[in-house]
């Protein structure tokens, strides 16, 4: 099970920090992704990261703004900077034991989502 954590708002500049905790499993043996969504609009892979093998990749709508990190044992992290508005969405976390990357079909557990909201 995934549960996310720390949404709320925030002003445009800002940052939050998102939280994910895990149980039932170790991450070292997951890869893990963030997706947020707008109402109206397809889920989108954001970030992910191979706690394993310590690969990452973000998405370009918010590459050099977010991190993805973990404690390699039950918790991963989006550290959230320069937040703009349309940054706006539920965001969701989610693991994979098989693959590596951004596509949700990859991902076999999902968390219930939490909201981010950035003022203008």
């Known amino acids: 099970q995934l549960q996310a954590s720390g949404g709320g708002l925030a002003q445009a500049g800002g940052s939050l920090t998102l939280s994910c905790e895990t149980s039932?499993?170790?991450?070292?043996?997951?890869?893990t992704g963030w997706f947020r969504q707008v109402p109206g609009k397809e889920r989108e892979g954001i970030a992910c990261?191979?706690?394993?093998?310590?690969?990452k990749e973000y998405a370009d709508s918010v590459k050099g703004r977010f991190t993805i990190s973990s404690d390699n044992i039950r918790t991963v992290f989006l550290q959230m900077n320069k937040l703009k508005p349309e940054d706006t969405a539920v965001y969701y976390c989610?693991?994979?034991?098989?693959?590596?990357?951004?596509?949700?079909?990859?991902?076999?557990?999902w968390g219930k989502g939490t909201l981010v909201t950035v003022s203008s």
């Open positions: 989610a693991a994979s034991l098989s693959s590596f990357g951004r596509e949700e079909y990859i991902y076999d557990y």
């Open positions: 990261a191979s706690t394993r093998y310590g690969n």
């Open positions: 039932g499993f170790i991450l070292d043996d997951y890869s």
